[in-house]
């Protein structure tokens, strides 16, 4: 009887250790998320931070946020950023569109607000992989954005 619980243990052993290499090959095939990539919410909140920070300085655009309250815009804007990257939030205000209609906001205030993420991005040396991707992500936004 000894061979057979040897045997039995040597099958087991081998279901579980295939089992591991399997779940590690995956692991290295999945990549993380966007979100996961940049830190998790944390970094977001303080990009977010620094960045509103920036363009309320920003003597090229921040005569269009003149009349914002900065809490809740700041959140809305972790939140899309957080779900645009794949992260767990969900966004609830309004789409791109609805929320800078009527503005008049240009191509050039569209550059100068892109300027200064960068400025934040490089400030907290986010890698230029993820870099390029949340600036793909936000890259395609101007179409709805941009209305001058
Ligand atoms: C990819 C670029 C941009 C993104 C992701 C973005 C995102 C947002 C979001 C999430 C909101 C809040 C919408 C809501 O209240 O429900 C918002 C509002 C607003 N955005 Fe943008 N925006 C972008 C570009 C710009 C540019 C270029 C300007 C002008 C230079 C601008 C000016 C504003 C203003 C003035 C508001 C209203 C803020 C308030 O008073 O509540 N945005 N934007």
Same mark, same amino acid.
């Given at each position: 009887?000894?061979?057979?619980?040897?045997?039995?243990?040597?099958?087991?052993?081998?279901?579980?250790?295939?089992? &591991?290499?399997?779940?590690?090959?995956?692991?290295?095939?999945?990549?993380?998320?966007?979100?996961? !990539?940049?830190?998790?919410?944390?970094?977001?909140?303080?990009?977010?931070?620094?960045?509103?920070? !920036?363009?309320?300085?920003? !003597?090229?655009?921040? !005569?269009?946020?003149?009349?914002?309250?900065?809490?809740?815009?700041?959140?809305?804007?972790? @939140?899309?950023? &957080?779900?645009?990257?794949? =992260?767990? &939030?969900?966004?609830? =205000?309004? @789409?791109?569109?609805?929320?800078?209609? =009527?503005?008049?906001?240009?191509?050039?205030?569209?550059?100068?607000?892109?300027?200064?993420?960068?400025?934040?991005?490089?400030?907290?040396?986010?890698?230029?992989?993820?870099?390029?991707?949340?600036?793909?992500?936000? =890259?395609?936004?101007?179409? @709805?954005?941009?209305?001058?």
């Amino acid at each position: 009887m000894q061979w057979k619980r040897r045997l039995v243990i040597g099958v087991l052993s081998l279901v579980a250790l295939s089992g &591991c290499a399997t779940t590690g090959e995956q692991m290295a095939m999945q990549e993380k998320s966007l979100y996961d !990539r940049l830190g998790g919410k944390p970094a977001i909140t303080a990009v977010v931070d620094d960045f509103v920070a !920036r363009v309320a300085a920003d !003597r090229r655009i921040n !005569r269009f946020f003149a009349n914002t309250d900065v809490p809740p815009f700041k959140a809305k804007l972790v @939140d899309q950023i &957080c779900e645009a990257s794949g =992260g767990p &939030c969900k966004y609830t =205000g309004k @789409d791109m569109k609805t929320a800078h209609a =009527g503005m008049g906001v240009a191509n050039a205030d569209f550059d100068a607000l892109v300027e200064d993420l960068v400025t934040t991005l490089d400030k907290f040396k986010v890698p230029a992989k993820e870099k390029g991707e949340l600036l793909g992500v936000l =890259g395609p936004m101007r179409k @709805d954005i941009v209305s001058k």
